[in-house]
């Protein structure tokens, strides 16, 4: 079966490209580069024992989208791309709805002029919102409370009515929360770019000189340690996720399904757990919350451990000791 992966040279689609490539899939991947490097490909095409054929392409170039996605014909297409972070919505927003909602348009409509009619997206748990209640089910209020969120939301949206116009269609709408950890073979870790904005490549760059201390963003949280608390997925464990979800867009529907473990651990724990394991002491400073984050965001995982299997088999200290060894550093023996 042949597998079209947009953003497939990014954290997370590099990781489902490699689950992939060790089912058998015959593997596309689209991607601008924007956040990764031609390095990237070619250490895929090096390491993932799979047919593998590259587009160098934007999902806001509608054109060239169309041409990328005919040329491959894939069965299934996996959208990974996109812009992520919610610090950058609030002063970018129109690029986010640029990319993450003129973008999946483009790509609905290549596939459609490709005969493609299965698609897996990757979706967040910024659709939520500021919890209601915990843990989150996919039917809590969707109430997202910045940009990066409302146009995941908004993408949802045009996939479902996309779905609805025409029969055979079948989408899965994975809702990821915080995916962590590094593949461990091919150590394709969080390793942006760009500026990093998630909390273990950050610790990474600490813990290897880069950067002198780690901001901690709020400590009066109403959590136990006063710090924010997520539910943190290892990347492989969420690139497994959607190995499961291919057969389930065989049929024609609509799916919603939150991929995490189910269990928060706060900022500080995380810190704890990285200290442990490099025998590193992490200098830390108390900043103030960034606007749009929530206290504390742990899924309801019970729909899609019903719908795909226990795809969770890694724990938090498997995803700090796989970031250490992706980043090149020591680990406490």
């Known amino acids: 079966m042949k597998v079209l992966v947009t953003g497939g040279c990014g954290y997370v689609g590099s990781n489902i490209v490699a689950a992939l490539g060790a089912h ?30 590259f587009f160098e392409t934007d999902v806001t170039d509608r054109e060239a989208l169309k041409d990328a996605v005919k040329v491959f014909s894939p069965e299934v297409v996996i959208h990974c791309a996109g812009l992520k972070s919610i610090a950058d919505s609030w002063h970018n927003p129109l690029a986010y709805f640029n990319v993450n909602v003129a973008g999946t348009i483009n790509l609905l409509e290549a596939m459609e002029q490709a005969g493609c009619s299965r698609l897996i997206f990757s979706s967040s748990a910024t659709v939520y919102g500021d919890p209601e209640f915990l843990p989150i089910t996919e039917d809590h ?21 996309w779905q609805r116009a025409a029969d055979g269609r079948g989408v899965a709408a994975l809702r990821y929360f915080n995916p962590v950890g590094a593949h461990h073979d091919y150590l394709l870790g969080d390793n942006p770019k760009t500026p990093a904005n998630n909390l273990f490549p950050i610790i990474c760059q600490v813990l290897a000189g880069q950067k002198d201390s780690l901001s901690i963003l709020g400590d009066d949280y109403p959590t136990p340690d006063g710090t924010g608390e997520r539910d943190y997925i290892h990347v492989t464990d969420l690139s497994e996720a959607h190995i499961r979800a291919i057969a389930k867009t065989a049929t ?47 899924a309801s995982n019970e729909r899609s451990l019903d719908m795909l299997g226990d ?5 938090i200290e498997d995803a700090v000791a796989s970031s250490l060894q992706a980043a090149g550093l020591k680990q406490q023996s």
């Open 24 to 53: 058998g899939y015959t593997i596309g991947i689209l991607d601008n580069l924007a956040t990764s490097s031609h390095a990237v490909v070619a250490d895929l095409q090096a390491k993932v024992d799979a047919q593998l054929a």
């Open 141 to 161: 209020p969707l109430v997202p409370i910045n940009p990066y969120g409302r146009s995941k939301l908004m993408a949802e949206a045009v996939m479902h009515d």
């Open 252 to 298: 024609p529907a609509f799916l919603v399904l939150n991929i995490g473990t189910g269990k928060p651990s706060s900022v500080k724990q995380v810190i704890a757990q990285f200290e442990r394991h490099s025998n590193v002491p992490i200098t830390t400073r108390i900043e103030a919350k960034r606007p749009g984050d929530v206290a504390t965001s742990f």
């Open 311 to 315: 795809y969770v088999g890694k724990t």
